[in-house]
C-alpha cells in the first residue's frame, strides 16, 4: 500500500453550495469550515502528517468585497475560537501566500504560526492569497540574487514549501477539473482525484473512500 504523508485539497463549491442550500454564498463558506474539522479529524486519526488547504487564492481578490469581507472575519473568528484548541490537538499553522490583509488578521496569523510551530502531530498549511505562478516568479528571482545555479533543488529551497513534503494526494471537490494555480510545481506527481460533490457536503466516508483509492495506486513516477 502507498503511503500517505501529504494531502493538498482544493474546497470548491462553498458559494454553489450556500445558494443551492441556503440561498446564501456567505451560508456555504460558513458550512464550509464544518467540512474543514472533519477532513482535520479524519487526516489525524489516518496519521496524514501535512494537510494543505487552498483557502483564497490570488485571483478570489476579484469576488465581491462583501464577501471577501465575510470570508476573512469567518478565518478571524475561527482561529480566536479555535487557537488554543488546535494547538492543545499538537496541530501546527503553517500559512501559504502572503499576508496582505487587516492587521488584525496579520496578527493572529503570526500569532498561529508562532503558537503552534513545535506541534508535530498534523502540520496544516493553509494557502491564503496563494497563487503558484507567482510563487515560482519570487522563487526564481531570489535565486537570481543569491547567485545560485538554476536547478529543481536550489527552485525548491526557495519555494513557501520549503522543508515541506510534495502532496501525494490532490483532491478537488465540486466538480471542477482544474488546478486553478495551485502547487503547480509541487503537484508534479501528486494523485489527483475531482470530486463532484461540493465542498460543504464532504464528509469523512468521502474522504476514507479516496485515501482507501489512492493507498491501492500503483505509482510508477516515470517506471514501468
Known amino acids: 500500500m502507498n503511503p500517505l504523508n501529504h494531502v493538498a485539497i482544493i474546497m470548491d463549491g462553498n458559494g454553489r453550495w450556500g445558494l443551492k ?9 460558513k458550512e464550509g469550515l464544518k467540512a474543514v474539522e472533519r477532513i482535520i479529524k479524519v487526516s489525524i486519526e489516518q496519521k496524514i502528517k501535512f ?24 478565518l478571524q473568528k475561527f482561529l480566536t475560537d479555535r487557537l488554543e484548541d488546535i494547538n492543545r490537538q499538537k496541530i501546527k499553522i503553517k500559512i501559504l501566500g502572503y499576508k496582505r490583509f487587516s492587521l488584525k488578521l496579520n496578527r493572529l496569523l503570526n500569532l498561529a504560526e508562532k503558537k503552534t510551530c513545535k506541534n508535530t502531530k498534523l502540520q496544516i498549511n493553509l494557502a491564503l492569497n496563494y497563487g503558484s505562478k507567482t510563487e515560482i516568479i519570487h522563487a526564481l528571482k531570489k535565486i537570481s540574487k543569491s547567485n545560485c545555479k538554476i536547478n529543481e533543488n536550489n527552485l525548491e529551497k526557495f519555494l513557501q514549501t520549503k522543508n515541506i513534503p510534495d502532496p501525494d494526494l490532490l483532491i478537488r ?5 482544474r488546478l486553478s494555480n495551485f502547487l503547480l510545481w509541487q503537484l508534479a506527481y501528486s494523485e489527483i482525484f475531482f470530486e463532484k460533490k461540493l465542498w460543504p457536503a464532504f464528509n469523512e466516508k468521502d474522504y476514507k473512500k479516496i485515501i482507501k483509492k489512492f493507498k491501492n495506486i500503483k505509482r510508477n513516477f516515470g517506471k514501468i
Open 51 to 74: 494537510l494543505t488547504l487552498y483557502a483564497f487564492s490570488t485571483e478570489n481578490w476579484k469576488r465581491p468585497k462583501k464577501e471577501i469581507t465575510y470570508l476573512f472575519n469567518l
Open 21 to 29: 442550500y441556503k440561498n446564501s454564498r456567505n451560508a456555504g463558506h
Open 173 to 177: 471537490t465540486g466538480s471542477t477539473q
